[in-house]
């Protein structure tokens, strides 16, 4: 069972991962799966900012984690688009980062493969016309809670 939202503007992206962390309230794993420009980067810095985060929210392509070290907690963003191996993460600190007590959101969560347990919640993002569809896929009762804390009619 899952949720699906349609989002149509990069606003309303923002405002959806604000949403997002607000309903996280917390440490746990948020993955984010779609291809190039769904929107995976603008949700995360939409949650960002809205813990007041102003420096630049860029992806970790390249350095494949940004830490922030926010409040309440602390929140950790993955792009592991350009990852050659999972055992790369090893060396990354990876396991300190999601059985600990920051916010994981992990995009390209497939190329961990065998490395990611415990995912609270699947967020699916695909191209709908202008717009982008997403399939929220709860994994746990943190990430249901999020779910049913979302009401997608607010970002449409």
Known sequence: MHEQCLICSEQRMKAFGAALLASARGAGII???????????TLVRGALESLGYTR???SPTYTLVEFYPVEPFSIAHFDLYRLADPEELEFLGFRDYVDGDTL???EWPERAAGLLENVGLRVGLEYRDQCRSLSLYPGDDWGRRIVDAIDCRDFS
Not at 31 to 41: A, F, I, N, P, S
Request: aromatic share 6%; charged share 20%; hydrophobic share 30%.
């Open 56 to 58: 630049g929210v860029r």
């Open 104 to 106: 994981c959101f992990i």
């Open 31 to 41: 993955t984010l799966q779609g291809d190039l420009g769904t929107g995976k980067t």
